[in-house]
T-cell receptor
Framework: NAGVTQTPKFQVLKTGQSMTLQCAQDMNHNSMYWYRQDPGMGLRLIYYSASEGTTDKGEVPNGYNVSRLNKREFSLRLESAAPSQTSVYFC???????????FGPGTRLTVT | RKEVEQDPGPFNVPEGATVAFNCTYSNSASQSFFWYRQDCRKEPKLLMSVYSSGNEDGRFTAQLNRASQYISLLIRDSKLSDSATYLCVVINTNAGKSTFGDGTTLTVKP
């Protein structure tokens, strides 16, 4: 099992560019999550999907959109990147929203 | 006040020491609790769940105090390899909301 996979691993964007971060899990989990982690700080929830077909805002949703494409895949889109979105982005999944989450290796994004 | 608070440390301890971290939470509706370990620039990895009755996994013991609204992690006989940042996460299952603490950094020295 690959667990949770994320692509790309690294990305550099210019201000105003758009991109989509991809996440997939092979654990048949119902819930999926997107977090960002800034240097020296904790994880902040951007969006989550408690089950296929649903998405909800987390703590810091502004500037992002998500799509739960199917049970396996949950993508995060930056429509117009800003330097404040420079961060490490982690995707996670869990059996349901009450249980432990398993994380992907992260995408390191720099916006110049 | 943050929903979940941890002492950021750093905690610097010698090998073989016992060290404990606390994590306080403000929402009494919180129902699921976990500890994660995060190594530098890596993804968080699940360390252990926290049960009301307390639970142990080798050198690690986790406890929950609902009355005072905190969870704790005790590490006995610290190893160099225990050096990492330890994150607590609190889940409000009614709201489907998970909140991570900012983490406590542990450095175990020879």
């Amino acid at each position: 099992n690959a667990g949770v996979t994320q692509t790309p691993k690294f990305q550099v964007l210019k201000t105003g560019q758009s991109m989509t971060l991809q996440c997939a899990q092979d654990m048949n989990h119902n819930s999926m999550y997107w977090y960002r982690q800034d240097p020296g700080m904790g994880l902040r929830l951007i969006y989550y999907s408690a089950s296929e077909g649903t998405t909800d805002k987390g703590e810091v949703p502004n500037g992002y959109n998500v799509s739960r494409l199917n049970k396996r895949e949950f993508s995060l889109r930056l429509e117009s990147a800003a330097p404040s979105q420079t961060s490490v982005y982690f995707c996670a999944s869990g059996r349901d929203f009450k249980t432990e989450q398993y994380f992907g290796p992260g995408t390191r994004l720099t916006v110049t | 006040r943050k929903e979940v608070e941890q002492d950021p440390g750093p905690f610097n301890v010698p090998e073989g020491a016992t060290v404990a971290f606390n994590c306080t939470y403000s929402n009494s509706a919180s129902q699921s609790f976990f500890w994660y370990r995060q190594d530098c620039r890596k993804e968080p990895k699940l360390l252990m769940s926290v049960y009301s009755s307390g639970n142990e996994d080798g050198r690690f013991t986790a406890q929950l105090n609902r009355a005072s609204q905190y969870i704790s992690l005790l590490i006995r006989d610290s190893k160099l390899s225990d050096s990492a940042t330890y994150l607590c996460v609190v889940i409000n299952t009614n709201a489907g909301k998970s909140t991570f603490g900012d983490g406590t950094t542990l450095t175990v020295k020879p």
